[in-house]
C-alpha cells in the first residue's frame, strides 16, 4: 500500500516538473511581441513556474517530516495554548474599555444591551452638552480620575489621575488615562482644573500636562497647585504651566471660556485644599463633587454646603457627578480627627516610657498637626520619615495649612540622643509597602531605627482592601522583634480608641448631600461598577428620579446633557490606559502578556548552531529553561528533544527551508512534545545561528590594516539619556504615596 503510495506521488512530481521545463522553453516564443508585452507574460510564466517548483518541494518534504515521539494530538495542544491565551488576555486587559457590555436598569437603553450597531447609530447633538469620561468609570480598581467637560469648540478638562494595577501585572507601576480623544482636538482646550492633591487625581500631571502647552490655564487650590508643582518636578519635558490658584471661600465664577463659567466650593476630605466645581454652560448647572465626607467637628474649615444649596435654589442643578467609594457602609462617621487626636494622646498616656511610632498616610496633613499638638502636651520629640511625608509637610507649611510647634521636630539622625520616653517617629508604611519606611524599620533596612522590644507601633489607618497579607506580614515582622502593635479597629485589645478616619462619605452622608441639592439628573462616578449601581440605586430611591434621569456610564462614553436638561448616551470616544513601568518607560500590553506567559508556564530557548555551507549542525543543540522545567530533573525530556532536533535538521538540508520556515516547525514540534511530556505550554523561543566558512584573511595576518585617519572611533557604551526617572509610586487608602528616597536628606 505505501509503495503505490510513493509511486503515484513520485509521477505526479515528475508530471509537475515536465510542465515546469515546458514552460520555460515556451518563454522564447514571447520574444517577439512589444517588450510591455512581453515582460508582462514573461512574468506570469515565470511565477507559475516558480509556484509549481514551490508545489512541488511542498510534496517532497512531506516524506521527509519527523515522526515526534508523541501520544497527544496536535488539537489537544492548539486546545490549551487557547485557553492559555484566553486566560493571558483576560489579565493583562483589564484596562482596556471598548465597548462594555452593560445591562443595567440605568445604562440609558432600558438595559439593553449596548452593541456596535447600536453605536454607530448614535450621534451627538450638536448643541448639548458633553460629559465624557476619559477615566475611572466602571474600570477596575478607584483611580485614572479624568473627565472633559465639552460644548460647541470647547473643553474643561477636570484632574489628571493615575491607577495602580493588580498583580495581573507584573512589572507595570501605575497608568495614566489615554488621551488621544484631547490631543485629536487639543484646540479646544480652553483650561484644566484639580478637585484635589491625591494620586488619583493628579498622580498623572507628570506624563499628560506637558501636551497641553504652557498657555492653557490650570485651576487648582494653593496646597494643590503645590502638590502638582512637586509632581512637575520630575516630569520628563521640561514646561512651565500657566497656575491659576484659586480661593474656594471666594465663590468667584471664573470665565474660562466664551460658553463656560467655573466656581470652586470647598468640600472636606482627608487632604487639604480639596473642592467641588460648579461648571455653568447653556445647557444648564453641572456640579462635579470631587471627593468628600461631612464631619461634625473637623480640624479644617467646614464643608461648605451652603453654597452647594444657595445655587440649588437660586439656580437649580441640572446634572449632579456625585462620588461612590463608601456608598456601601451604612451611617454617617462615628467620630471625627479631633476623636483620633484624643486617640493618639491616649497611646502617649499609656506608654509614657516607650518610644512610639505612628504609621499613617502622608497625606493626611491634619492628622499630623494633632499628632504634633499631642507630642507637646507629652513632652515629646517628633521625627518624621518617608520622603512623601516630608514633601507633603513642606507644602503643607508653604500654603499655611500646618502649624509646627517650636523645638518640637528633630531629624531622624538625631533621635539616638533623646530617651525613649522622648520620641515619637511618624512614618509611612502604613499598607505593608516593601520600600515603604516601616517595612524598612521590621526588616533592619532603615539607617536610623531598628526596631527593639520597648517600641510600640500604632497603625493610624485600615488596611486597603487586597492589602490585608502584607499589612499581616508587616505586623506579623514587627511582633516578632517584641514590639507592641496597636491597630485601628482592635481597641477591644487594647483599650485605645479610634485610630482612622475615611475620607469618603457613608450611605447616609449621600442621602443629606441628594437630598440637599436635588439635581434633575443624576451621574455616579468614582468607583467600580457595583459602587455607580448601588450609588444609582441610592439617588432613584431618595430622589425619586426616573431611571432615564440617572446614568451609570463607563469610560469612554459620551453623556450629553440637552437643551431640555435631559440626559442621554450620544456615542463612544477612544479610551484606555498607558501603562508605565519604574523608570517612567511605557510598557506595551504585549510585553505584559508574554510576562504572564512567562510567570505562568515558563520559557524554553533551543539554540542551534549550523554551517552555513552544508546547513547541518555544527555542535549538540543547546537548551535553556527558565521557570519551566529543571534541566538536571529532565535528562530523558532534553535527549528526546535533542534527538528530534538532529534527525530535522539532517532532513531540512535536502529541502532548503527559509529559517523563518524552520524556526516555526521547531517551534510547533517542540511545543507538542513538551506539552506530551509535561501538560504544559511554555514559550519556545528557537534561535537558529549560521556559520559560515572563515577566510584566510580573517584567519591570518593578511588582512590589510586601515589607516588611522580613516578609522572611527566607537564608544564602547552609549552616553548616558538625560531624562529623569521619576520615583516608584506606592499606593495607599487616600493617596499613593511615591518610593522613598535614600540619601541626601535626613528624614
Same mark, same amino acid.
Given at each position: 500500500?505505501?509503495?503505490?503510495?510513493?509511486?503515484?506521488?513520485?509521477?505526479?512530481?515528475?508530471?509537475?516538473?515536465?510542465?515546469?521545463?515546458?514552460?520555460?522553453?515556451?518563454?522564447?516564443?514571447?520574444?517577439?511581441?512589444?517588450?510591455?508585452?512581453?515582460?508582462? *507574460?514573461?512574468? *506570469?510564466?515565470?511565477?507559475?513556474?516558480?509556484?509549481?517548483?514551490?508545489?512541488t518541494r511542498v510534496q517532497k518534504s512531506d516524506t521527509?517530516?519527523?515522526?515526534?515521539?508523541?501520544?497527544?494530538?496536535?488539537?489537544?495542544?492548539?486546545?490549551?495554548?487557547?485557553?492559555?491565551?484566553?486566560?493571558?488576555?483576560?489579565?493583562?486587559?483589564?484596562?482596556?474599555?471598548?465597548?462594555?457590555?452593560? *445591562?443595567?436598569?440605568?445604562?440609558?437603553?432600558?438595559?439593553?444591551?449596548?452593541?456596535?450597531?447600536?453605536? *454607530?447609530?448614535?450621534? =451627538?447633538?450638536?448643541?448639548?452638552?458633553?460629559?465624557? =469620561?476619559?477615566?475611572?468609570?466602571?474600570?477596575?480598581?478607584?483611580?485614572?480620575?479624568?473627565?472633559?467637560?465639552?460644548?460647541?469648540?470647547?473643553?474643561?478638562?477636570?484632574?489628571?489621575?493615575?491607577?495602580?494595577?493588580?498583580? #495581573?501585572?507584573?512589572?507595570?507601576?501605575?497608568?495614566?488615562?489615554?488621551?488621544?480623544?484631547?490631543?485629536?482636538?487639543?484646540?479646544?482646550?480652553?483650561?484644566?482644573?484639580?478637585?484635589?492633591?491625591?494620586?488619583?487625581?493628579?498622580?498623572?500631571?507628570?506624563?499628560?500636562?506637558?501636551?497641553?502647552?504652557?498657555?492653557?490655564?490650570?485651576?487648582?487650590?494653593?496646597?494643590?497647585?503645590?502638590?502638582?508643582?512637586?509632581?512637575?518636578?520630575?516630569?520628563?519635558?521640561?514646561?512651565? @504651566?500657566?497656575?491659576?490658584?484659586?480661593?474656594?471661600?471666594?465663590?468667584?465664577?471664573?470665565?474660562?471660556?466664551?460658553?463656560?463659567?467655573?466656581?470652586?466650593?470647598?468640600?472636606?476630605?482627608?487632604? =487639604?485644599g480639596c473642592v467641588a466645581m460648579v461648571i455653568r454652560t447653556p445647557n444648564g448647572n453641572i456640579v462635579h463633587m470631587g471627593d468628600w465626607r461631612f464631619e461634625n467637628?473637623?480640624?479644617?474649615?467646614?464643608?461648605?454646603?451652603?453654597?452647594?444649596?444657595?445655587?440649588?435654589?437660586?439656580?437649580?442643578?441640572?446634572?449632579?457627578?456625585?462620588?461612590?467609594?463608601?456608598? #456601601?457602609?451604612?451611617?454617617?462617621? @462615628?467620630?471625627?480627627?479631633?476623636?483620633?487626636?484624643?486617640?493618639v494622646g491616649e497611646v502617649m498616656t499609656a506608654y509614657p516610657h516607650a518610644r512610639l511610632i505612628f504609621s499613617c498616610f502622608s497625606s493626611q496633613i491634619y492628622r499630623l498637626q494633632l499628632i504634633l499638638d499631642e507630642a507637646v502636651k507629652h513632652n515629646r520629640k517628633v521625627a518624621f520619615a518617608g520622603f512623601s511625608m516630608i514633601n507633603a509637610i513642606e507644602i503643607a507649611l508653604r500654603s499655611r495649612k500646618i502649624k509646627v510647634p517650636k523645638d518640637v521636630i528633630v531629624k531622624m539622625e538625631d533621635i539616638v540622643k533623646l530617651d525613649d520616653s522622648k520620641v515619637t517617629i511618624v512614618c509611612t508604611g502604613?499598607?505593608?509597602?516593601?520600600?515603604?519606611?516601616?517595612?524598612?524599620?521590621?526588616?533592619?533596612?532603615?539607617?536610623?531605627?531598628?526596631?527593639?522590644?520597648?517600641?510600640?507601633?500604632?497603625?493610624?489607618?485600615?488596611?486597603?482592601?487586597?492589602?490585608?497579607?502584607?499589612?499581616?506580614?508587616?505586623?506579623?515582622?514587627?511582633?516578632?522583634?517584641?514590639?507592641?502593635?496597636?491597630?485601628?479597629?482592635?481597641?477591644?485589645?487594647?483599650?485605645?480608641?479610634?485610630?482612622?478616619?475615611?475620607?469618603?462619605a457613608y450611605y447616609d452622608d449621600h442621602v443629606r448631600l441628594v437630598e440637599t441639592i436635588r439635581p434633575r439628573n443624576y451621574l455616579p462616578v468614582h468607583?467600580?461598577?457595583?459602587?455607580?449601581?448601588?450609588n444609582?440605586?441610592?439617588a432613584q430611591k431618595v430622589l425619586g428620579l426616573?431611571?432615564?434621569?440617572?446614568?451609570?456610564?463607563?469610560?469612554?462614553?459620551?453623556?450629553?446633557?440637552?437643551?431640555?436638561?435631559?440626559?442621554?448616551?450620544?456615542?463612544?470616544?477612544?479610551?484606555?490606559?498607558?501603562?508605565?513601568?519604574?523608570?517612567?518607560?511605557?510598557?506595551?500590553?504585549?510585553?505584559?502578556?508574554d510576562r504572564l506567559h512567562i510567570s505562568t508556564e515558563g520559557i524554553f530557548i533551543i539554540v542551534l548552531t549550523i554551517s552555513k555551507k552544508t546547513g547541518r549542525l555544527l555542535k549538540t543543540p543547546d537548551v535553556i529553561s527558565r521557570g519551566f522545567v529543571y534541566l538536571k530533573d529532565s535528562e530523558e525530556l532534553i535527549g528526546k528533544i535533542r534527538h528530534y532536533l538532529r534527525i530535522k535538521i539532517d532532513r531540512e538540508v535536502e529541502r532548503k527551508v527559509e529559517i523563518a520556515d524552520m524556526k516555526q516547525e521547531i517551534k510547533d514540534d517542540i511545543s507538542h512534545l513538551l506539552f506530551d511530556s509535561t501538560g504544559h505550554t511554555p514559550i519556545v523561543i528557537p534561535v537558529i545561528n549560521e556559520i559560515g566558512v572563515v577566510s584566510r584573511q580573517q584567519k591570518g595576518g593578511h588582512a590589510q590594516k586601515q589607516n588611522k585617519s580613516e578609522q572611527t572611533e566607537t564608544p564602547l557604551m552609549p552616553a548616558p539619556s538625560n531624562s529623569k526617572f521619576p520615583r516608584k509610586q506606592i499606593p495607599d487608602t487616600e493617596v499613593v504615596e511615591p518610593r522613598i528616597k535614600f540619601g541626601g536628606r535626613s528624614y
Open positions: 500500500m505505501t509503495d503505490n503510495f510513493n509511486e503515484k506521488q513520485a509521477r505526479k512530481r515528475a508530471n509537475l516538473q515536465k510542465k515546469a521545463q515546458d514552460l520555460q522553453k515556451n518563454r522564447d516564443k514571447y520574444v517577439g511581441n512589444t517588450k510591455n508585452e512581453s515582460n508582462e *507574460k514573461n512574468a *506570469k510564466i515565470a511565477q507559475k513556474a516558480k509556484n509549481i517548483s514551490k508545489q521527509k517530516k519527523v515522526n515526534l515521539p508523541t501520544t497527544t494530538r496536535r488539537g489537544a495542544v492548539v486546545r490549551a495554548q487557547r485557553m492559555i491565551s484566553n486566560d493571558i488576555n483576560m489579565r493583562a486587559t483589564q484596562h482596556i474599555v471598548n465597548i462594555p457590555v452593560n *445591562k443595567s436598569l440605568f445604562n440609558g437603553f432600558n438595559g439593553e444591551q449596548l452593541t456596535a450597531s447600536k453605536l *454607530k447609530k448614535l450621534r =451627538p447633538e450638536k448643541d448639548s452638552v458633553r460629559v465624557i =469620561p476619559l477615566g475611572v468609570l466602571g474600570e477596575f480598581g478607584i483611580g485614572k480620575n479624568m473627565f472633559a467637560i465639552e460644548y460647541m469648540d470647547e473643553i474643561l478638562v477636570i484632574d489628571m489621575g493615575s491607577i495602580f494595577p493588580n498583580e #495581573d501585572y507584573p512589572g507595570v507601576n501605575f497608568m495614566t488615562p489615554d488621551i488621544t480623544y484631547l490631543k485629536d482636538n487639543m484646540h479646544k482646550v480652553k483650561a484644566v482644573a484639580f478637585t484635589h492633591a491625591h494620586l488619583d487625581h493628579i498622580g498623572a500631571v507628570r506624563q499628560l500636562l506637558p501636551e497641553f502647552g504652557n498657555n492653557i490655564p490650570i485651576y487648582a487650590t494653593d496646597f494643590t497647585i503645590g502638590m502638582i508643582k512637586r509632581q512637575m518636578e520630575e516630569a520628563v519635558v521640561e514646561v512651565s @504651566p500657566n497656575y491659576q490658584i484659586v480661593d474656594p471661600f471666594k465663590h468667584e465664577q471664573i470665565r474660562i471660556s466664551k460658553y463656560m463659567t467655573l466656581e470652586f466650593v470647598h468640600v472636606l476630605h482627608s487632604i =487639604p467637628d473637623p480640624v479644617d474649615t467646614q464643608f461648605d454646603l451652603p453654597r452647594l444649596a444657595e445655587i440649588a435654589q437660586t439656580e437649580g442643578v441640572d446634572l449632579l457627578m456625585n462620588e461612590s467609594t463608601n456608598i #456601601d457602609t451604612p451611617g454617617t462617621h @462615628p467620630h471625627s480627627e479631633y476623636s483620633i487626636g484624643e486617640s502604613s499598607q505593608g509597602e516593601l520600600n515603604a519606611v516601616l517595612n524598612r524599620m521590621a526588616t533592619g533596612a532603615h539607617r536610623f531605627v531598628k526596631i527593639k522590644a520597648t517600641d510600640v507601633v500604632v497603625f493610624s489607618s485600615s488596611p486597603i482592601p487586597g492589602n490585608e497579607p502584607r499589612v499581616a506580614s508587616t505586623v506579623d515582622g514587627l511582633l516578632r522583634e517584641g514590639a507592641g502593635v496597636i491597630q485601628h479597629g482592635r481597641g477591644h485589645y487594647h483599650g485605645i480608641g479610634p485610630l482612622h478616619l475615611s475620607g469618603h468607583g467600580e461598577f457595583y459602587m455607580l449601581q448601588h444609582a440605586e441610592m426616573k431611571r432615564e434621569e440617572i446614568l451609570v456610564a463607563d469610560s469612554g462614553d459620551i453623556i450629553e446633557l440637552t437643551k431640555e436638561k435631559k440626559i442621554k448616551k450620544g456615542g463612544r470616544v477612544h479610551v484606555g490606559s498607558i501603562l508605565y513601568d519604574n523608570t517612567g518607560n511605557t510598557v506595551h500590553d504585549a510585553v505584559v502578556k
